[in-house]
């Protein structure tokens, strides 16, 4: 099983910016799809960015052109880089791994096709 450790979170004023990082140990598979989700209370996880093996990534409508996600694969951290803040992005987020890459299940950013976890890094955007 792989660990996750996201970090990087925190308060902001609208319009501003954070990187989220989540290091994996001990190791993951050279074809994966790695991801990050939100969540808010009462509200169901939702998908904000994947990235597969090969490259592909794919964002939530509400993020693209705002989010970038990429990882460093020497590292083995995955990244996601979070400019023009709003209120709305304010939640829990969770980066999660699953081995092995299918890029339809990738990209639908849907919670169930992911297996691994981590425990999450708050993101407060203030008006």
């Known amino acids: 099983q792989v660990q996750l450790a996201e970090s990087g979170g925190g308060s902001v004023q609208a319009g501003g910016s954070l990187r989220l990082s989540c290091a994996a140990s001990?190791?993951?598979?050279?074809?994966?799809?790695m991801a990050w989700f939100r969540q808010t209370a009462g509200k169901q996880r939702e998908g904000v960015a994947s990235l597969g093996s090969d490259g592909s990534t794919k964002y939530a409508d509400s993020v693209d052109g705002r989010f970038i996600i990429s990882r460093d694969n020497t590292k083995k951290i995955l990244y996601l880089q979070m400019e023009n803040l709003k209120p709305g992005d304010t939640a829990m987020y969770y980066c999660?791994?699953?081995?092995?890459?299918?890029?339809?299940?990738?990209?639908?950013?849907?919670?169930?096709?992911?297996?691994?976890w981590g425990r999450g890094t708050q993101v407060t955007v203030s008006s």
């Open positions: 999660a791994y699953n081995r092995g890459y299918n890029r339809g299940a990738c990209n639908s950013l849907l919670a169930t096709g992911f297996r691994d």
């Open positions: 001990p190791y993951t598979a050279t074809s994966y799809c």
